[in-house]
């Protein structure tokens, strides 16, 4: 008998006889072989044209409908494969395989470097390693399940063929690796922390899942074998930890601030972020199919996260998008360095005069996170926090100067120093009033959205539950109903706790428990449909948290009655703050959660993995957040500036909520300012609804706007300069660049976003070395630890060094364009022969 050579793939479906030793197959057994491979080849055939036919069908449907359910056609036991093409233009298959710098830059250098059937979505999806067709070297034409590569494994079903599309394949395309597991760990803990030193500092927080997924690509790639959707599951999970630092960091500190907590507390702090958190994933599942698969809402930073993933090869490779975040983390921490540690001169640059008893004011704090922050939420939204800003520094503060008799403020102050004074006691309490009505404002506009949404997604469950959950595509799977149920009724119970410990009587805690649920799922809600229209970084999370807080205490004021300013009793307004704590954490990490769901939409990542990333990347913040904002606050100070913490961090939100939770009870509110802010915002809302009747592409959001008017004017002067910066980065590239020939036109939002990362690094970079600064700080209790050549109070020199930032800030997006136009063509550097 002849022996064989087996050229099989892994499972051995097919046997070719191939002489070994001299010993040839008989004619029989070679007549067997062919018809096998005939039988085999006509199946291979049959199944390319019911694949080609299929795919136009797809395509007549999806053009025809704008949203279709086809997702609900795929189920498991068809053997109907994902449908694929070739570029006739140019080399663009589907990346197959490991996610390396080499395939991204093959398939960077397609015009549309993924040809899909785009049964999911109108995306295009990122394929694995489905097609498989026999021998260890398959043709891997990607005809996986999106980016799973679960794929139609074998073509003669009597030799082993799967019974369709399968649905996980972790061997092929791994999704939860421990590796992943240890990433997730790190660096939301890291970026979790830098968020909150973002917070307090400049009143605002920023999504890092652009630059997570950068550095766990750069670290995943160092250690082999990296694939698309392991990358995305350590984004989803690091970009987690940022969302919840937003949350403790708008509430928590307030109860310092009043005088409720002598040093941020631990516990309480870590369990507020723990079940918050919690609370946010679970709420924000049953909105997933509809706010991402049926309302296709463009979810912008989602989206741009996917397509950092699928095509990282406009600068070369991922290793320089990783050196553009090293190089902007360097630059921030050394500049933080020399301004807070070694205080070489005065971080903020102001100047105010008199004009009468009338006062005005000019500051800029040199930072360059605040600089990168403006890049990264760019021009519109910069201005729209200097209008508020415009109008209540350059409008109120002059007004109320000016004409109130006798004056607003002592009259031994600087101007400068007058200015703040009127801020601080008057007229930022008109921005109260704007957020109060904007945030009720959004949530009034979409509560049909968040109806139909919920009604939408308990639908998919009945029709999952009927078909049972091996019919659900892979890339449908969410955590099932039933358990999301049991895991709100654990958290509340938990919750209950917690609340009863704070106010000591067990009605109280049923109340704080069942508004906290109720607040908790609308704000929740909100922020996942407002993530979908302006991104996680301008979410309005603190807008919903102060509407959540005045609610509450009003509420409470109700049951416990007022206190005296004399003899305060201060458990209404630390209830207040705490249910405001466990929503706002809620709110940030649902908006966070379905923006990255949708990246994992378009690429192909399982809902229900990404979703298990999301809790790994909260529990671990939580532990470390209380620490790092009692660190914080003891080194440098919070709220108004005093004689031992001279620039404090202003922590703004922090600061409004515990003003205005006290205030409630102790009747200590200005009204007349909180109304003006009140009728402020009704025009922006009133004229923003003309503009939207216009179909104006200017729109006016309040809350931006309301932002800005509680903002202190030296922290919205350098957000406005960084949106000047990217301004200006893309008019050069657009003048200069593509209409000179130098770059391709499509090249351009890969070279802005050489900014972005450059400015996420520089934010993670000073927030680091601010929060090492602070522990010698705290530790020897001296400010000036790090000042060996004493305080320098003077900003020039700093001033010198912000401009030439912004100028290299510039020069880093954009250097292409500049040197084309500005050195002669000969100058120029050309390949070496």
């Known amino acids: 008998m002849s022996s064989y050579q087996r050229l099989s793939d892994e499972e051995g479906r097919y046997q070719t006889p191939a002489p070994i030793g001299g010993t040839s197959p008989t004619e029989g057994e070679q007549d067997a072989f062919l018809t096998h491979s005939a039988r085999s080849a006509q199946r291979y055939a049959q199944r390319i044209d019911a694949a080609f036919a299929a795919k136009d069908a797809a395509e007549s449907v999806r053009r025809m409908q704008e949203r279709t359910a086809a997702v609900d056609r795929v189920s498991h036991n068809e053997q109907t494969p994902l449908l694929f093409e070739r570029s006739s233009e140019k080399e663009s298959i589907v990346a197959t395989g490991p996610l390396s710098s080499e395939n991204f830059e093959r398939i960077g250098s397609a015009e549309q470097p993924y040809h899909s059937s785009e049964v999911f979505d109108s995306e295009p999806q990122l394929h694995g390693e489905g097609f498989t067709t026999g021998g260890e070297h398959s043709l891997g034409m990607g005809v996986g399940q999106g980016a799973a590569g679960a794929g139609y494994s074998g073509l003669d079903e009597d030799n082993g063929g799967g019974d369709g599309l399968e649905a996980d394949t972790p061997s092929e395309l791994p999704e939860l690796t421990v590796r992943s597991f240890v990433l997730v760990v790190l660096f939301s803990t890291v970026l979790g922390a830098a968020n909150a030193y973002l917070g307090l500092f400049a009143g605002m927080t920023i999504s890092v899942s652009i630059p997570s997924a950068i550095l766990s690509l750069a670290v995943l790639s160092a250690l082999g074998n990296t694939q698309a959707l392991e990358v995305n599951a350590v984004q989803t999970g690091s970009s987690a930890g940022s969302s919840i630092a937003s949350g403790v960091i708008y509430t928590l500190p307030g109860l310092y601030l009043i005088g409720y907590w002598d040093s941020i507390q631990y516990w309480e702090t870590m369990l507020c972020a723990l079940f918050g958190g919690f609370l946010g994933v679970l709420f924000s599942i049953p909105l997933r199919r509809a706010l991402i698969v049926e309302a296709n809402l463009s979810f912008p930073e989602g989206r741009a996260t996917a397509e950092v993933l699928k095509v990282m090869s406009g600068l070369s490779s991922h290793r320089v998008q990783f050196a553009m975040i090293g190089a902007g983390a360097l630059v921030g921490a050394l500049l933080k360095l020399c301004d807070t540690g070694f205080e070489f001169w005065n971080g903020l640059a102001s100047t105010g005069f008199f004009i009468g008893s009338a006062v005005l004011y000019f500051g800029c704090n040199l930072s360059p996170a605040l600089l990168s922050v403006g890049y990264i939420i760019q021009l519109k939204s910069a201005c729209l926090l200097m209008l508020g800003g415009v109008l209540n520094w350059y409008v109120a503060i002059p007004l109320v100067s000016g004409l109130l008799k006798p004056s607003p403020y002592p009259d031994d102050l600087s101007a400068v120093k007058a200015a703040s004074y009127v801020w601080s006691n008057y007229t930022r309490y008109i921005g109260v009033g704007a957020m109060l009505l904007g945030g009720l404002g959004t949530v009034v506009t979409l509560i049909p959205a968040i109806v139909k949404g919920v009604k939408s997604g308990f639908q998919a469950y009945k029709r999952a539950r009927a078909s049972g959950w091996k019919s659900i595509p892979r890339v449908e799977r969410d955590l099932p109903v039933p358990l999301i149920g049991g895991m709100v009724l654990v958290f509340s119970i938990a919750l209950y706790f917690v609340f009863y410990f704070l106010l000591s009587d067990w009605g109280l805690g049923a109340f704080a428990v069942v508004f906290t649920l109720l607040a908790g799922f609308l704000f929740s809600a909100v922020g996942a449909y407002m993530a ?185 002067t350098p957000i406005v300069l960084g949106g000047l910066i990217n301004f200006l980065s893309g008019h050069t590239l657009q003048k200069w660049g593509v209409e000179a020939g130098i770059i391709e036109a499509q090249d351009v939002s890969i070279h802005l976003r050489r900014g972005l990362l450059f400015g996420a690094g520089a934010i993670t970079g000073e927030a680091l070395m601010g929060i090492l600064l602070a522990i010698p700080i705290v530790i020897s209790g001296n400010t000036d630890v790090w000042a060996f050549l004493g305080r320098q109070t003077a900003s020039w020199p700093g001033l010198i060094i912000f401009c030439v930032l912004m100028v290299a800030y510039y020069l880093v997006v954009c250097w292409e364009a500049v040197a084309g136009k500005v050195l002669p063509q000969n100058t120029l550097v050309h390949p070496i022969d």
């Open 532 to 716: 979908g229209i302006v991104g996680s970084s301008n979410n309005p999370v603190s807008g919903v948290t102060l509407a959540t807080v005045i609610t509450a205490c009003f509420l409470l004021l109700a049951i416990l009655g007022p206190s005296s300013p004399e003899m305060p009793d201060l458990t209404g307004p630390a209830a207040g703050v705490m249910i405001g704590a466990v929503v706002a954490c809620a709110a940030a990490i649902s908006g966070d959660n379905l923006q990255d769901l949708k990246a994992g939409h378009i690429l192909g990542s399982t809902p229900y993995k990404q979703q298990l990333m999301q809790f790994t990347g909260i529990v671990f913040p939580s532990f470390v957040l209380g620490p790092v904002v009692g660190v914080l606050i003891a080194a440098y100070g919070i709220g108004e500036p005093t004689e031992e913490h001279p620039q404090p961090l202003p922590a703004p939100q922090a600061t409004l909520v515990g003003e205005v939770a006290q205030g409630i009870f102790d009747g200590g509110i200005p009204v007349v300012y909180v109304s003006t802010g009140l009728l402020l915002a009704a025009a922006v809302m009133l004229a923003d609804f003309c503009l939207y009747r216009l179909d104006s592409s200017f729109r006016l959001p309040v809350l931006a706007i309301a932002l800005g008017l509680y903002l202190p004017l030296e922290l919205a």
